[in-house]
């Protein structure tokens, strides 16, 4: 749609509703720049307070100075501790040798150690008065020296094979492509099954457990009615499952079918399974920009002395006996008090509205990127030209499938709807920095030894809050999925929605069981079989010098899970967006024009007559329905048009 309503280019789901030229829910697209803007501002301002990246990401030693870089540490660009049981008090040395030096005036303790990012990282002590020894046990060390060589053994094995590694998540993709097409044939027959199985396994076990407690050679005595307790129980929840599924016959049939339909959306838009990747590129970008204006907002602090430890400024006699035998050098040359960097309260606050950010943008593209699926899918369910295969046509006619369906849906969603996307971004961001100040708040007042009281109270208070966080991400999905097809602000959208799922809530519950069974079973599948093939041919392929397949396997398996959840995110936004779309068009366009498949135009259609009727009793009376609710579905030329106000539910 062109700006203002004059039309450039229609949607492929034709006259739905005219975008405006101005974005859905504005006014938090701007406070969202807004917001953006203030983060770049507060970045110069710490950069002018004194902000310095370096105080975070090199060593201070204990006179508040960065080691390699102040004056006076120029050639110590390592920092160590002279106590490493005492974490804070820190040294700049010019090697990780100085660790072990019995000359030094700064060691209390002498340790090896390794250098890492700046530090001399300590290893095991071989003292056993600090309890660090592990030799004075020989069974542990022995455990300790098997674990440390199963370890290398199995980083060798995974670099050895690397390569087959990457070729495991291309099959994994493959796998996936293939699942979904076979979903397509074999998706009823799955969810019968299940359901067969279900009842029947819940009958015999019922009964069996019934018949046994009944059974006087048992000699169950009184427990006997226990037993029969619990048969009677299993055989009575698996007679309301079977009345649950012979009641929502009809639903679950649309469910499948459903399925089905998004199989086919995928097939044909290939490219919306790897639109993931654009925003995990962003957020890659993002979080690397918010590390870096977060080491700048970190580092400012101001220098408070605070008294050193002793066991830090004064020799230990295990490691250093000569001096401590003289008597006069028990101690060494820290500073009896130390300087330390302290962040006010100030730049607390603001490290606050900084996470704040990283929740808001982080849900913004996980929103975004939903909402261009959802605006592709409604292109294609509304596209009406098939071929004789029942494939959308794909062209620029008025009602053929557009070649670029997710440059389109993404186009549109970035002119119209960032608005829409920052609101529901932020309504989520809201509640997870409740959950977190609330886990800080327990983790400030948890005592020593902890309330259980306390604990448990702080437990439900998040567990409720991640109820209002999942119940209200739905919401939020749904309302975007809306706006795609609409065009309406969030408000509009959420709550014509919610109206929508709520008349139809039986088809809700049969949608969301027979997705979450395919969806989860097809992740079980993909990993288990890319995970078994890998394993037989490192395991019986001959082409590798490897220890074991263990390692690697475990590594392709965690890949195969993390591509097929991946792939299977996008196939469940996909099908939420088609059950919609269905349900939209079951309840304007049942009067023999509706654009769904025809299996699912033959679940609905003992409707058609009612709502021919409907539509006939409306065309006579001319009355003019109110905005709100009000959906126009029907050619680009304006032919044929039929209004439907507040959706009445088609099997009302």
Request: proline share 4%; charged share 15%.
């Given at each position: 749609?062109?700006?203002?309503?004059?039309?450039?280019?229609?949607?492929?789901f034709?006259?739905i509703?005219?975008r405006s030229?101005?974005?859905t829910?504005?006014p938090?697209l701007l406070?969202?720049?807004?917001?953006?803007i203030?983060?770049?501002v507060?970045?110069?301002?710490?950069?002018a307070s004194g902000?310095?990246?370096?105080?975070?990401?090199?060593?201070v030693?204990?006179?508040?100075?960065?080691?390699?870089?102040?004056?006076?540490v120029?050639?110590?660009?390592?920092?160590a501790?002279?106590n490493?049981l005492?974490y804070?008090?820190?040294i700049?040395?010019?090697t990780?040798?100085?660790?072990?030096?019995?000359?030094?005036?700064r060691?209390?303790?002498?340790?090896?150690s390794?250098?890492?990012?700046?530090?001399c990282?300590?290893q095991?002590?071989t003292n056993a008065s600090?309890?660090f020894d592990i030799?004075?046990?020989?069974q542990?060390s022995?455990?300790?020296?098997?674990?440390?060589?199963?370890?290398?053994?199995?980083?060798r094995?995974i670099?050895?094979t690397?390569?087959?590694i990457?070729?495991?998540?291309?099959?994994?993709i493959?796998f996936v492509?293939?699942?979904?097409?076979?979903?397509?044939?074999?998706?009823?027959?799955?969810i019968?099954?299940?359901?067969?199985l279900i009842?029947?396994?819940?009958?015999?076990s019922?009964?069996?457990m019934?018949?046994?407690?009944?059974?006087?050679?048992n000699?169950?005595?009184?427990?006997a009615?226990?037993?029969?307790?619990?048969?009677?129980?299993?055989?009575?929840?698996g007679?309301?499952?079977?009345?649950v599924?012979?009641?929502?016959?009809k639903?679950?049939?649309i469910?499948?079918?459903?399925?089905?339909?998004?199989?086919?959306?995928i097939?044909?838009m290939?490219?919306?399974m790897?639109?993931?990747i654009?925003?995990?590129?962003?957020?890659?970008?993002?979080?690397?920009?918010?590390?870096?204006?977060?080491?700048?907002?970190w580092?400012?602090?101001?220098?408070v002395?605070k008294e050193?430890?002793e066991?830090?400024?004064?020799?230990?006699?295990?490691?250093?006996?000569?001096?401590v035998a003289?008597?006069?050098n028990?101690t060494?040359a820290?500073?009896a008090m130390?300087?330390?960097?302290?962040?006010s309260d100030?730049?607390?606050?603001?490290?606050a509205?900084?996470f704040?950010h990283?929740l808001?943008t982080v849900q913004?593209f996980?929103?975004?990127?939903?909402l261009?699926?959802?605006?592709a899918t409604?292109d294609?369910?509304f596209?009406?030209?098939c071929?004789?295969?029942g494939?959308?046509?794909?062209?620029?006619?008025?009602?053929?499938?557009?070649?670029?369906?997710?440059?389109q849906?993404?186009k549109?969603s970035f002119?119209?709807h960032?608005g829409t996307v920052?609101?529901?971004?932020?309504?989520?961001?809201?509640v997870?920095?409740?959950?977190?100040?609330?886990m800080?708040?327990?983790?400030q007042t948890?005592?020593?030894?902890p309330n259980?009281?306390?604990?448990?109270?702080?437990?439900?208070?998040q567990?409720?809050l991640?109820?209002?966080e999942?119940?209200?991400?739905?919401?939020?999905?749904?309302?975007?999925?809306w706006?795609?097809i609409?065009?309406?602000?969030f408000c509009?959208?959420?709550?014509?929605?919610?109206?929508l799922?709520?008349r139809?809530?039986?088809r809700?519950?049969?949608?969301?069981?027979?997705g979450?069974?395919?969806l989860?079973?097809?992740?079980?599948?993909v990993?288990?079989?890319?995970?078994?093939?890998i394993?037989a041919?490192?395991n019986?392929g001959?082409?590798?010098?490897i220890?074991?397949?263990?390692?690697?396997?475990?590594v392709?398996?965690i890949?195969?899970?993390m591509i097929a959840k991946?792939f299977m995110t996008v196939?469940?936004?996909?099908?939420?967006?088609?059950f919609?779309c269905f349900?939209?068009d079951?309840?304007t366009?049942t009067a023999g024009?509706?654009?769904?498949?025809k299996?699912?135009?033959?679940l609905?259609?003992?409707?058609?007559?009612?709502?021919q009727?409907?539509?006939?009793?409306d065309?006579a009376t001319?009355k003019r329905r109110?905005?709100d609710g009000?959906v126009?579905?029907?050619d680009k030329?304006g032919?044929?048009?039929?209004?439907?106000?507040?959706?009445?539910?088609c099997?009302?």
């Open positions: 749609m062109g700006c203002c309503g004059k039309t450039k280019k229609e949607t492929p034709a006259k509703k005219k030229c101005i974005p829910d504005l938090f406070l969202y720049i807004v917001f953006w203030a983060l770049i507060v970045w110069n301002q710490a950069k902000g310095d990246p370096k105080k975070i990401i090199y060593g030693d204990m006179y508040g100075r960065v080691c390699g870089h102040d004056e006076g120029e050639n110590s660009s390592y920092a501790w002279p490493p005492y804070q008090p820190k700049c040395v010019s990780c040798n100085e660790t072990q030096n019995k000359e030094s005036t060691m209390a303790v002498l340790y090896d390794v250098q890492f990012a700046g530090y990282v300590p095991l002590l600090l309890s030799s004075a046990d020989s542990f022995s455990a300790f020296t098997s674990t440390q060589q199963v370890i290398s053994r199995g980083i094995d670099y050895e690397q390569y087959v990457l070729l495991s998540g291309l099959t994994a493959v492509f293939l699942a979904i097409f076979i979903i397509r044939i074999i998706a009823g027959k799955v019968a099954v299940l359901l067969t009842v029947v396994s819940s009958t015999f019922g009964a069996a019934f018949s046994w407690a009944s059974d006087p050679a000699n169950l005595g009184e427990d009615i226990y037993g029969q307790v619990l048969g009677g129980t299993i055989l009575g929840l007679f309301i499952f079977f009345c599924i012979i009641f929502l016959r639903s679950i049939q469910a499948v079918e459903v399925v089905k339909e998004a199989s086919k959306a097939q044909s290939k490219s919306i790897f639109f993931p654009y925003p995990a590129l962003l957020g890659v970008v993002y979080m690397l920009f918010w590390i870096f204006t977060g080491l700048y907002i580092s400012v602090s101001t220098l002395p050193t430890p066991a830090v400024r004064t020799y230990n006699a295990l490691f250093f006996p000569e001096k003289s008597g006069a028990m060494n820290n500073p130390m300087q330390r960097f302290t962040v100030d730049w607390r606050n603001v490290s509205v900084h704040f990283l808001w913004f996980v929103y975004f990127g939903y261009v699926f959802a605006g409604c294609w369910y596209t009406r030209d071929d004789e295969k494939k959308k046509i794909r062209g620029k006619g008025e009602h053929e499938f557009t070649k670029w369906p997710v440059c849906s993404f549109r002119i119209y960032m920052a609101l529901c971004a932020l309504i989520i961001a809201i997870q920095m409740i959950r977190a100040i609330i800080y708040i327990e983790k948890k005592g020593d030894p259980k009281l306390q604990a448990a109270l702080f437990k439900c208070i567990c409720c991640k109820c209002l999942c119940c209200l991400d739905k919401l939020n999905r749904n309302a975007l999925i706006t795609a609409m065009g309406d602000g509009t959208s959420a709550c014509s929605a919610f109206a799922l709520w139809n809530l039986h809700v519950a049969a949608i969301t069981v027979v979450a069974i395919l989860n079973m097809t992740v079980m599948i990993c288990g079989f890319n995970t078994g093939l394993w041919f490192l019986y001959g082409m590798f010098d220890t074991s397949p263990v390692g690697p396997t475990l392709v398996f890949l195969s899970y991946c196939f469940a936004a996909v099908i939420d967006t088609i919609m349900l939209i079951c309840e366009n024009n509706m654009v769904a498949s299996t699912l135009q033959k609905v259609g003992k409707y058609k007559e009612k709502s009727e409907c539509a006939k009793q065309r001319h109110p905005h009000t126009e579905i029907g030329t032919n044929e048009v039929t209004e439907v106000t507040n959706l009445k539910t099997d009302a």
